[in-house]
């Protein structure tokens, strides 16, 4: 049982990660002003939720009890300086890079539970599938780092037609 428990100990590592990313993205989705930004945080905090249950799913099917010591969400832990600051003013490239430094983090646990191939291959079918979705979202965070795409779309300078007199 003691081994079998070891093999499944990294995973369980990385569902209290995956509740901890989840908890950071919900937090910059209520902070952030910006329409654009609000949805992309929205959704991975969706994809993170999701991350969360599926990896709880496949430990109770192997027996082992999921950590649910991150599965409170939201401003739960935030102290007083964190919600002053959130209501001063969120600067909206500071939650991306801090979304961004979670998922760089997580991907290193990913990374490390594929190469080793000790869990059963469904699971790291799915660890796979996870990975690939974690990797688009730092992609997304450092174009809009970049400035490559826009924070706020509509935000755009308007050309005005004169009309002659």
């Known amino acids: 049982m003691e081994d079998r428990y070891s093999k ?3 995973l369980n590592w990385l569902l209290t990660e995956s509740f901890e990313a989840e908890r950071i993205y919900y937090n910059a989705s ?3 002003q ?3 930004l609000k949805r992309f945080f929205n959704h991975e905090t969706v994809n993170r939720n999701r991350f969360s249950y599926e990896i709880s799913e496949q430990l109770v099917q192997a027996g082992i ?3 649910r010591d991150w599965v409170q969400k939201g401003n ?3 102290d ?3 919600e002053r600051k959130a209501l001063v003013k969120a ?3 500071k939650l991306l890079k801090k979304c961004r430094k979670k998922d760089q983090e997580n991907l290193e646990l990913y990374n490390e539970l594929l190469e080793k191939k000790a ?3 469904e699971i790291l079918k799915l660890l796979k599938k996870q990975k690939e979705t974690i990797e688009n979202a730092v992609e997304k965070c450092q174009k809009y780092e970049s400035g490559e795409e826009a924070l706020d779309p509509s935000n755009q300078p308007r050309v005005r037609k004169l009309k002659a007199v």
């Open 80 to 82: 007083w300086r964190e």
């Open 34 to 36: 910006q329409v654009e």
């Open 30 to 32: 209520e902070d952030v």
């Open 119 to 121: 869990l059963p291959k």
């Open 91 to 93: 600067k909206p490239l």
């Open 65 to 67: 009890e999921p950590a």
């Open 76 to 78: 739960l832990d935030r």
């Open 8 to 10: 499944f100990k990294k």
